[in-house]
């Protein structure tokens, strides 16, 4: 008898998440895509027919009239949002009732995942963002610049040593190979050099995090959304155990060097020790506009004396989210903004003008205010992330009922109801003709100082919006720039049979990837 109770009570709760939720929607009048039973309007995370950028896209595309639409991803309803004044408020106006993330980690499972500033919700959340904040602030970020800008010219020289005029390279690798170096050195103070030895263990870790974010993963965090006790139960982890006792062991040895040894490294572990000992302080400059278009600024309210004491595990997991955030989205940055330089040759001209000018006014070492000052250098990287944003899509979760008032006349008020997820499609936005005409083509002319003004805010997103944007926009746009900067000082982006045009994205990973890789040409500059 128990175990038919038992069983009827497992199909009313399998009913109650795959059932019900096919008429949700519906039901409050909300446009929306019609779902399956079961997968929803999932098919596209398992019959991978559709690069998910794309798709995306493609759903922005399906509602053109609409300030809203819905959807079903794995029996849970998604508010999609593509009115840019219901956007800014509940990124910004409103942003008490949507100040979470939509996280798929339970509670007390995977403590690097659970305890990143990303993953954190509610006054946690507020009390870690209160803390870190002052250690990225600009004049924080410009302490890092000299480690950087060593990575990067170190970078370049080995291909410069190569005896090749035309060498021939897969711009995601190297990217990533780069990106991983520049964060070993900047965020834990270790030396790698991926390029000689590419299989070492800081590399070899960020390879197993990114292979563990293809469809496997989505699949799980689908399920583990559908049904949270089965992670508590199964106490799986989202990240390879290797890699969690790899960034631990890392950490714990380079705190006991700073704390017990005494040894002084100016580099991003520096600045969290120094959060943690609550002896960082915002100057007022930094609470200006930041200079360089795709930055966030930081909201004020963050600033202040740090909320909480930083624990080992904080940091180490603060330190773990800017390793796996850089190693991914700075190297997608770099490698499709190498792209558009290849395939627009009058671009990498004009912006390689701009760069000999500021070496020169330099006298051949790059400054960070050189650099800074850089105005087609930050049109180009903004007009990448504009094309190619790495965050293609947002999330938030209601904390609190909201109720949407109509503005059209077909709609309806309804309420999006505490826990519901919304999303907000960047690669929509960043595609829509209303504002930014001829998306497809690549115009950083669209940034310079004449445009850019007439570009609605909430239309450009490549780094969030609200207090839940990215903390560390300035430092990803200075990784950027430096590695950039030193590449087309030496070389030019060119095109050769490998390469893939026009591009087409992967349908295989959850990031935006290129299909084939980005394969091109690096070729020694004629500076005669």
Sequence with gaps: MLWLITLALLLVYAYYKTAKPLSYWKNLGVAHKKPLPLIGNSGVFLIKHTPLPEYVKQLYNEFPNE????????????????????????????????????????????????KNLFSLGGQEWRDMRATLSPSFTTSKIKTLFELLNDCAREFVAYFERAQEDLI?????????????????????GFKCDSLKDRNNEFYSMGVMTEDNSGGLRFL???????????????????????VSKFFRRVVKETIYKREVEGFVRHDMINLLL???????????????????????EESKS???????????????????????GGFETTSSAMTFMSYELATNPDVQEKLQAE???????????????????MKYLDMVVSETLRKWPPGYQLDRRCVKD???????????????????????????IHYDPQYFPNPDRFDPERFSDENKVKIHPYSYLPFGSGPRNCIASRFALLEVKTIMFHLLSEFDFVVTERTQVPLRLSKMKVHITAEKGVWLGLRRRNKI
């Design 67 to 114: 300030r809203y639409y819905g959807i079903i991803q794995f029996g849970n309803p998604l508010l999609y949002v593509r009115d840019l004044d219901l956007i800014k408020r509940i990124t910004v106006k409103d942003f008490d009732q949507f100040s979470d993330h939509n996280s798929f980690i339970a509670e007390n499972v995977d403590p690097l995942m659970r």
């Design 168 to 188: 021939q390279v897969e711009m995601k690798d190297i990217s990533t190979r780069f990106t991983n170096d520049a964060i070993a050195s900047v965020v834990f």
């Design 220 to 242: 799980l965090m689908g399920i583990f959304a559908l049904f949270p006790f089965l992670q508590k139960l199964s106490k799986v982890d989202m990240i390879p155990g290797t």
């Design 274 to 296: 120094e959060a943690r000992k609550g002896v960082t302080a915002v100057e007022e400059s930094d609470l200006a506009a930041p200079s360089e278009f795709s930055a966030v």
């Design 302 to 324: 963050h600033h202040g004396k740090p909320k909480l004491e930083l624990t080992d595990e904080d940091i180490t997991a603060q330190a773990f989210i800017f390793f796996v």
């Design 355 to 373: 760069v000999d000018e500021t070496l020169s006014e330099c006298e051949g070492k790059l400054s960070y205010h050189a650099l800074q000052r």
């Design 402 to 428: 909201y109720v949407v008032q109509p503005e059209k006349v077909h709609e309806k008020t309804f309420t999006i109801e505490r826990g519901s997820k919304v999303i907000i499609p960047v690669m929509g």
